[in-house]
């Protein structure tokens, strides 16, 4: 499966660029590059700026899945060589969510009257989190991927805890995400996707700094 992946992600990173490619000649002089929270255009710039960002985020998207292959090379923590296949299969799947953005992307640049272009997008990113939630409580402890914190890091049963709630609320959240946002208009999705998102990412870090505040009266009142 892991050669599958390595055949198959040079052509997803390039499939926003080839769908470009294939609108290029269609596509006005000035388009929109960037929108608001109404999901409504608020600059237009040339189209050779849509054709920069486009690039730059598969440039990303490449490297990023390249880290993600190769952390096992870098971590020093034991658990390296376990990481490994879970690190590629998630590096895949983070390719083909940023090649389906970059599509949204492009779509919405050149059907600027599209008005539930961002409702699509922060329902892919939705899509996004829980595929990750659901990779997050069998990564194993390690310096670059999962709630890197102090604690978490400092402390293996902090890490698994604190990963397997994560996917508890990653997997669902990113799920509900996509569903709500899809049916409300852009500026609510918006706000309700940061409402989820600020729920989903501070209850870890409050009960991973929780437990290790109880962990250290545990050590400090048994000496």
Request: aromatic share 14%; with cysteine; glycine share 6%.
């Amino acid at each position: 499966m892991e050669k599958l992946f390595k055949l198959l992600v040079v052509p997803i990173v390039m499939v926003p660029l080839a769908y470009l490619a294939i609108i290029w000649n269609h596509l006005p002089e000035q388009v929109p590059v960037h929108f608001g929270i109404d999901g409504k255009p608020d600059r237009i710039g040339d189209k050779n700026e849509l054709l920069t960002s486009i690039f730059v985020l598969a440039v990303i998207s490449f490297l990023m899945w390249l880290a993600l292959v190769n952390i096992h090379r870098l971590d020093p923590k034991r658990y390296a060589a376990e990481n490994q296949k879970r690190m590629q299969r998630l590096g895949f799947g983070l390719t083909v969510f940023m090649a389906a953005i970059s599509c949204m992307i492009i779509y919405s640049a050149s059907n600027s009257n599209s008005g539930n272009s961002v409702s699509w997008i922060l329902a892919l990113i939705g899509l996004l989190f829980a595929f990750i939630g659901n990779y997050m409580p069998n990564i194993k402890p390690n310096y670059f991927a999962g709630f890197r914190l102090p604690w978490t890091l400092e402390n293996e049963d902090n890490w698994k805890k604190t990963h397997a709630l994560v996917g508890r609320l990653w997997f669902p959240g990113g799920l509900i995400i996509a569903a709500v946002c899809l049916f409300l208009p852009a500026r609510f999705a918006f706000y309700f996707f940061m409402a989820v998102m600020l729920v989903i990412t501070l209850v870890p870090v409050i009960f991973s700094y929780r437990y290790y505040q109880k962990q250290k009266n545990t050590t400090n009142n048994h000496p």
